[in-house]
């Protein structure tokens, strides 16, 4: 079993961040917030910027979970797409969580800016059909996106352009959105976690929260320390377990899979992808694929359902990768690694409170470097009274898990390994 990060492209190539302090004794803040995620962090930027006195308990290191790992793909919207939310919670409602969507990527980008995080930013995103239908049905999603969201930054792509932007092979048509960005994960995380410090957070690393007691405060304890808070913020994602059994059944954690090839030279690179966008594909299994500023080609794809990872992660994505690039059957594979993420079961994050004073963002469904940025954000702006945007999130349906934390795999691997057979059957 590899948990570490330590096998990733990400980690090899982290700008420096000194280490923060593990919490001890006994010690008093405004809010205490459990992960050093981009959730977290971002609940304590924005949380620092309206003068709360905030501390981040991070069990490993910030950045260890899945915003150190992940695809780094800046996606516009929502992780469900708008004909979805329009079903779900109706037009009015749909439009707004639109809005946030691009509020969301634009808050990435501001922070970067602001905070001068070097994470390797770029802009794009090319989403490709692998079968007729879908290329059908991503043709009426522009329409649909032009038409009644004004949105005008996506357009379609037929196979003829498509064949000269990209080499992948056996996509039909495809979306370029060129108000989605990508970015190197872990060092927008990292800078993310310099911000908070700057701004005069509390960062504590290798601080396992164990549980905690709800009274008039929050007291919050590790194994070396008790925080007493205000407010608590649960920003664990995939990684949190029984913590919080009143949500954890809104949330299934699964595990994906990245590799990154050997440094591609400049020819093949723009043959792979010729305009440095992020790449992703239509199946219900996403693969997803950018390159990185040294011109590697990071690719993700699988999944699996158990808390083990593949013997071999690199063998494990390379197959995935070879369907879409078999011009890479010689290249070697230089990192492979994992990552656990959260997915709720209408693939909208939940966000909410627990009780008056434990508040929660998580189930960030694989669109999360956008959303969870901005969830911290929302979660900062709802402990200080203002809820309306947290509300646009907060009173999306969040349905729990059939069968609760005990009994919620069977079904759900039963479900995921349908869809993925329809992937493989085409
Ligand atoms: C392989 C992979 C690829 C992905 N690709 C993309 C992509 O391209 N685009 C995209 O938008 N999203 C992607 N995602 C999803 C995205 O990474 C997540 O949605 C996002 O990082 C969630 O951030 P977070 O802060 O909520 O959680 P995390 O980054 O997982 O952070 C949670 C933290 O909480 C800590 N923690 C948990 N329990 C405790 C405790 N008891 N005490 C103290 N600390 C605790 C953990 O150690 C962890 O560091 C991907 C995910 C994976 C795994």
């Not at 700008?15 to 304590?44: H, K, M, Q, W």
């Not at 693969?287 to 593949?310: C, H, I, M, Q």
């Not at 995921?416 to 085409?426: I, V």
């Amino acid at each position: 079993m590899n948990h570490s990060p330590a096998e990733s492209y990400y980690a090899a190539t982290a700008n420096a961040l000194p280490p923060f302090p593990a919490v001890t004794g006994e010690v008093r803040c405004d809010v205490c917030v459990i992960g050093g995620g981009y959730t977290g962090l971002s609940t304590a930027i924005h949380l620092r910027k309206r003068g709360y006195d905030v501390r981040v308990l991070e069990a490993h290191s910030v950045g260890w979970g899945a915003s150190g790992r992940n695809g780094g793909h800046v996606g516009t919207g929502q992780r469900a797409d708008q004909h979805t939310l329009e079903r779900l919670v109706g037009m009015d409602h749909a439009r707004q969580l639109w809005d946030l969507g691009l509020d969301a990527v634009n808050l990435v980008c501001e922070l970067i800016d602001e905070f001068a995080i070097d994470c390797d930013l770029a802009t794009g995103n090319l989403h490709v059909a692998h079968r007729q239908g879908d290329a059908a049905e991503l043709q009426q999603e522009v329409e649909h996106l032009q038409q009644h969201y004004n949105y005008q930054q996506i357009r379609y792509v037929n196979k003829p352009e498509l064949d000269e932007m990209s080499s992948a092979q056996g996509m039909h048509g495809g979306t370029l959105d060129l108000g989605a960005r990508h970015l190197h994960p872990l060092n927008y995380c990292l800078g993310l976690a310099r911000a908070a410090a700057d701004l005069g957070a509390s960062i504590h690393e290798h601080s396992r929260v164990l549980h905690y007691d709800e009274g008039e405060r929050v007291r919050v304890h590790t194994e070396s320390a008790v925080v007493d808070c205000g407010h608590l913020v649960l920003a664990c994602n995939g990684y949190l377990g029984k913590l919080e059994k009143r949500v954890a059944g809104q949330i299934m954690p699964i595990n994906n899979y990245m590799l990154a090839t050997e440094p591609l030279g400049e020819d093949l690179a723009q043959r792979l992808i010729r305009d440095d966008t992020s790449m992703s594909d239509s199946r219900f299994v996403i693969n997803y694929w950018k390159l990185s500023a040294d011109r590697r080609l990071l690719f993700g794809g699988g999944e699996s359902y158990t808390s083990r990872f593949p013997d071999d992660i690199r063998s494990f994505v390379r197959k995935y990768m070879l369907r879409i690039y078999p011009e890479l059957a010689d290249t070697r594979i230089d990192y492979g690694w994992g990552g656990t993420l959260a997915i709720t079961l209408n693939r909208m994050p939940a966000l909410g409170n627990a009780s008056p004073r434990v508040f929660y963002g998580h189930g960030f469904s694989g669109h999360g470097v956008p959303i969870a940025t901005l969830a911290g954000q929302l979660l900062a702006e709802a402990i200080a009274g203002t809820a309306e945007r947290f509300d646009v999130m907060a009173t999306v349906p969040s349905p729990k898990f059939p069968g609760g934390t005990l009994l919620r795999w069977p079904g759900l691997v039963a479900g995921m390994l349908y869809f993925a057979l329809r992937d493989r059957l085409g």
